[in-house]
């Protein structure tokens, strides 16, 4: 039997129940008519409580109609969104005033009740709609940003940058608030963004301004570590590939420089962020980080930056310090010396053992290379020549001559094994991202587009745990709330990353905020203690 309900004053052209009606195929067919931007638009505007994605899959569900506005949808709905609009719960809570929805949709084309993450494309524009609208954290990045809960400049001055479908790329978008940031997102359904500095004004405004009256005022100290960079020595995997074997590289680099920002500037507000693909991003939020200049950020870059030179240079670290009376290697920085400490603890199991780097001719000879002592050298190379030696025997080998060495030569190589260390599990960093301060970085909770994960941060005191390939993924998500949704009915619609994997990352978040808000409050504070001195 047909039912009809009236749902005043939801526009009848586009209620749920008429896009599940028997009577009129027309009301759907000019649904599929909309752009999603329109439905998204009119689900706002009349607070209805479902996804435009949902509307239509139910009308192509329903009536096997095609969609001439989004011709890709034909198939893909009824692949990525058909467990959705057939779940009896999703459809309850789009049209609670009907009994067993779910026998009002045909049973064609229907897989199981979840929606396997591998078969979701992130790419494409209904799955991210449906992460935007329903997962990601903007009040969480909002309040990040902004350092307070009231809007500041910090967030009403920033540039935000946006990837569209086809590589289009829209530059100085600003928000004023959590809410209209959240809406501007969802509208142009962006591949992904990017977070720039504070501006001296809106960006939105800049085309109005006159010329110099826009500036970078502050920004975020950002770091970019990118594993290509390790191509030349990792050996699991090349170009865009990452394990968890490589993923120590990064985890020494993670280690290296928390300590080194921390206690060699005093930073305290570090977040470290998961790339979604292959790298690791650091945002220092700290009041004199965030008002770096340029000349400053570079200055920090001079002073982190090691390994240095393009790939037909074999010597890539240059730390030592002039040795007195011209004797001796020369030490390095009592800054290095602490950072030495931790990549030795790395070194063997990393470098020796789990990537036996050595392990090819052309590595243990561009390793020979690093040696000064040609006598050495000689020996070296008739031993390891025609045999397959691993890296570790390798290393045990070289130590073993140096320390047979007269006390003047052993210093010097000493002194060259630490630079071996250095040159093979240093920090690789990406330098240009860290020196201007209109460099765009991507935002956090972000979901790379060709692995489906999200950016989600990781804690520098278990880098050495994380596994990417373990992280949420945009498909597991959205699998997770069509659980959520089974199981319990009564779950909120929107902002449903509680309900998911992703609560323990955006709590990482929140903790983070919480304590940069802390210090800014206890700053305000002071400077009102101060006044009243006066």
């Known amino acids: 039997m047909n039912r009809t309900v009236a749902l005043t004053p939801f526009p009848p052209f586009l209620c749920p129940v008429s896009l599940l009606s028997d009577h009129c195929p027309t009301i759907p067919m000019y649904a599929l008519s909309l752009s999603i931007g329109t439905l998204a638009t009119l689900c706002d505007a009349y607070a209805w409580n479902y996804e435009p994605q949902e509307l239509i899959g139910v009308c192509i569900l329903r009536w096997g109609l095609t969609s001439p506005a989004y011709p890709h949808y034909n198939v893909r709905i009824k692949k990525v969104m058909g467990e959705v609009v057939t779940c009896s719960v999703c459809l309850a809570r789009v049209l609670p005033d009907l009994k067993n929805p779910t026998t009002r949709v045909p049973q064609t084309n229907q897989k199981s009740h979840a929606m396997a993450s591998e078969e979701v494309d992130a790419s494409s524009p209904e799955v991210t709609m449906a992460f935007y609208r329903r997962l990601y954290p903007f009040k969480p990045i909002y309040n990040w940003l902004n350092q307070d809960h009231v809007p500041s400049r910090l967030i009403t001055n920033r540039e935000f940058a946006l990837t569209l479908q086809g590589d289009v790329y829209l530059r100085y978008n600003s928000f004023s608030n959590a809410d209209e940031m959240k809406k501007e997102i969802c509208r142009y359904n962006p591949t992904r963004f990017e977070i720039g500095p504070v501006y001296s004004a809106r960006p939105r405004d800049k085309k109005s301004l006159r010329p110099g009256a826009f500036v ?30 490589c993923w120590k590289f990064i985890a020494v680099a993670v280690k290296v420089l928390d300590r080194t920002l921390r206690e060699d500037f005093g930073y305290k507000h570090l977040m470290w962020v998961y790339s979604g693909r292959r790298g690791i991003h650091l945002w220092i939020s700290d009041k004199e980080a965030m008002e770096l200049t340029d000349d400053e950020r570079r200055t920090i870059v001079q002073y982190i930056e090691v390994v240095k030179g393009g790939k037909d240079q074999v010597k890539k670290v240059n730390i030592r310090l002039p040795a007195s009376g011209n004797s001796g290697p020369g030490s390095i920085h009592p800054a290095l010396q602490k950072s030495l400490s931790i990549l030795s603890d790395d070194f063997g199991d990393l470098i020796l053992s789990d990537q036996d780097v050595f392990a090819r001719p052309d590595a243990w000879q561009e390793l020979l290379q690093l040696l000064p002592d040609k006598a050495l050298v000689n020996d070296l190379q008739e031993s390891w020549e025609g045999r397959e030696v691993s890296s570790e025997a390798k290393w045990i080998e070289l130590r073993k001559a140096i320390s047979a060495l007269k006390e003047n030569r052993k210093a010097v190589m000493k002194a060259v094994i630490e630079d071996i260390v250095f040159q093979y599990s240093y920090p690789r960093i990406d330098t240009e991202v860290s020196k201007h301060r209109n460099h765009l970085l991507k935002a956090p909770f ?89």
């Open 216 to 245: 970078p005022t502050a920004r975020e100290l950002v770091f970019d570590i990118d594993m290509t960079d390790y191509d030349s020595i990792r050996t699991c995997c090349t170009g865009k590939g990452i394990c968890r074997r």
């Open 446 to 534: 972000c979901v790379h587009p060709s692995t489906g994960r999200v950016c989600v941060p990781v804690d520098p005191a278990r880098v050495d745990d994380f596994d990417p390939e373990a992280v949420p993924t945009i498909g597991g998500l959205l699998q997770e709330l069509n659980d959520a949704s089974a199981t319990q009915p009564g779950v909120e619609h929107h902002s449903d990353w509680e309900n998911t994997s992703l609560k323990p990352y955006v709590e990482m978040l929140e903790r983070h905020t919480s304590a940069i808000m802390n210090d800014v409050r206890e700053r305000k504070r002071g400077l009102a203690n101060k006044s009243l001195d006066f």
